[in-house]
T-cell receptor
Framework: GQQLNQSPQSMFIQEGEDVSMNCTSS?????WLWYKQEPGEGPVLLIA?????ELTSNGRLTAQFGITRKDSFLNISASIPSDVGIYFC???????????FGTGTRLKVLA | NAGVTQTPKFQVLKTGQSMTLQCAQD?????MSWYRQDPGMGLRLIHY???????DQGEVPNGYNVSRSTTEDFPLRLLSAAPSQTSVYFC??????????????FGPGTRLTVL
């Protein structure tokens, strides 16, 4: 099935560093979503973006909906140990209930 | 609210066995869905439902059946389990309209192994 290209696949960073990850698609959609999944749990929605160029923050997290509508990035500032997990991007099209998920970025924070 | 609950949390099956994965939500959400998560593959949609009595196929529906007799419950049936169905299964729900339109709540997952 169709999937989003998410990079990097994994990151090892020091506590306090900033993190950036992105997602690209060959198709245009109307919604970008960013989720975090912790070990043994289901994904939890972090940020939802609804229009091209939109920049949204949620605490130390900032995400942007690319102008071309084919990409999005997520930044985490001043990382802390509890940021550890897998971050997924997802796209959805208006008028449908289907979301396509990226393959995830696995983040590890070294104290 | 318990949110989205799934049972069992772990299951081991032999090839050819059938079973039902249970999913329930107490948020009165119209939309419910099932995903499977495999290493390096992200989440793939199996089946979804937009209300009681209405279901439709996702990306990877083969080998699975669903039904939606109530708003709260959305069970996933494996008809004849195969090793390729070894995966982690997540159920999710969300409302159709409102301020949290796109906020999809996930259950804790069922880890299934087919031998």
């Amino acid at each position: 099935g169709q999937q989003l290209n998410q990079s990097p696949q994994s990151m090892f960073i020091q506590e306090g560093e900033d993190v950036s990850m992105n997602c690209t698609s060959s198709s245009i959609f109307n919604t970008w979503l960013w989720y975090k999944q912790e070990p043994g749990e289901g994904p939890v929605l972090l940020i939802a973006l609804y229009k091209a160029g939109e920049l949204t923050s949620n605490g130390r997290l900032t995400a942007q909906f690319g102008i071309t509508r084919k990409d999005s990035f997520l930044n985490i500032s001043a990382s802390i140990p509890s940021d550890v997990g897998i971050y997924f991007c997802a796209q959805g099209a208006s008028g449908t209930y289907k979301y396509i998920f990226g393959t995830g970025t696995r983040l590890k924070v070294l104290a | 609210n318990a949110g989205v609950t799934q049972t069992p949390k772990f299951q081991v099956l032999k090839t050819g066995q059938s079973m039902t994965l249970q999913c329930a939500q107490d948020m009165n959400h119209e939309y419910m869905s099932w995903y499977r998560q495999d290493p390096g593959m992200g989440l793939r949609l199996i089946h979804y439902s937009v209300g009681a009595g209405i279901t439709d196929q996702g990306e990877v529906p083969n080998g699975y059946n669903v039904s939606r007799s109530t708003t709260e419950d959305f069970p996933l049936r494996l008809l004849s389990a195969a090793p390729s169905q070894t995966s982690v299964y997540f159920c999710a729900s969300r409302g159709i309209a409102g301020t949290s339109y796109n906020e999809q709540f996930f259950g804790p997952g069922t880890r299934l192994t087919v031998l």
